[in-house]
């Protein structure tokens, strides 16, 4: 149990010094990378809480797919890095109402166990069980419908993100071989006859 | 459960070691007579002359927003494979679980279709 503490204090301290790190980089490349090593703690933090399929999920798709995204965006996007830090405490006023609203909202989520809002409805798994069972027994059983329309989420996300950025064919400089095997003389070039004309 | 993870933990160590050693006795062993033209860039050819944060094509995008969609549905598919005999050995739901699950990668197929016949992934 000792070790067990500290290595969740050395974990948290990683991921807030990561998270922080995400907020106040100039550079948003490297917040992005900040941001894989906040995820990559974060899944460290839920291996501690023997939640392994979460974690693992966590690393395979956030580090692995989420953030290549996110890199591509911040990549796209032409972003001037002298320019970023302009306005800060012109947003400031806006930007903690907003942090002290979701302050608040966590505060309460999280703080309502010790509150006795309610009891943690939360089932350990069993100890000769894994976490992963655990998770498919629920999901491919009591929650088909919400698993189901996952896959319909997914799939909006697919056409969404085709039909945003699928653009015109470019005009093909190739040509067809059969057409030009079969393309005759008389359809490209046209012999006139024409009468002579005087010049007066 | 958790020490069942202590060799993953002991990979991650010597990775990291395996990482650093070389480079860390390469500044201690190797010796350091630095000059301009050493420390240069390039030693022959142009100096940088351009910015190298450039904008990248938009169809990046695309193919990375499609990967992770199909990641997702590899990482879906881990849990139900653990659970599937189990399920398929319950009488009332003897093909729930694989119905269940074709159902799921069809919907996904269908958003595959529309992106290979919209041409999304062919890259010209």
Not at chain 1, 91 to 109: D, S, T
Not at chain 2, 27 to 47: M, N, Q
Not at chain 2, 61 to 83: C, N
Request: aromatic fraction near 16%.
């Amino acid at each position: 149990m000792e070790f067990k503490t500290f290595v969740f204090y050395f974990l948290s301290a990683i991921l807030v010094f990561a998270a922080l790190r995400v907020i106040t980089s100039r550079n948003p490349v490297h917040a992005a990378l900040f941001l894989v090593l906040a995820f990559f703690t974060a899944s460290g933090v839920w291996l501690l809480l023997q939640a392994e399929f979460l974690a693992m999920a966590l690393v395979l798709v956030y580090v692995g797919a989420v953030m290549v995204l996110f890199l591509f965006v911040v990549m796209m996007l032409d972003i001037n890095l002298d320019r970023l830090r302009e306005g800060f405490w012109g947003y400031l006023p806006m930007g903690a109402i907003i942090a002290l609203l979701m302050v608040g909202e966590m505060g309460l989520v999280l703080g309502g166990n010790y509150l006795g809002l309610f009891e943690s409805s939360v089932r350990q798994a069993g100890a000769d069980e894994s976490n992963v069972q655990a998770i498919g027994r629920l999901m491919f059983t009591e929650y088909v419908y919400p698993f189901e329309l996952a896959s319909v989420i997914l799939l909006v996300g697919i056409v969404a993100a085709v039909a945003l950025t699928q653009r015109e064919k470019r005009k093909n400089k190739s040509v067809n071989p059969s057409q030009q095997v079969f393309v005759k003389a008389r359809d490209r070039v046209r012999v006139l006859q024409m009468p002579a004309e005087k010049r007066d | 459960m958790l020490e069942s993870y202590f060799p993953v933990f002991v990979f991650i160590l010597v990775g990291i070691a395996f990482g650093f050693a070389p480079v860390l006795t390469g500044l201690i062993v190797a010796p350091h007579r630095p000059d301009s033209e050493k420390l240069s860039p390039y030693e022959c050819g142009f100096e940088a002359f351009e910015d190298a944060r450039m904008k990248f094509d938009v169809r990046y995008y695309l193919i990375a927003i499609i990967f992770i969609l199909f990641d997702l549905e590899v990482a879906f598919l881990l849990p139900w494979a653990t659970i599937f005999k189990e399920i398929a050995n319950t009488d009332s739901v003897r093909w729930f679980g694989f119905i269940e699950m074709m159902v799921f990668i069809a919907i996904l197929v269908v958003g595959y279709l529309y992106a290979w016949a919209k041409g999304a992934l062919d890259w010209e």
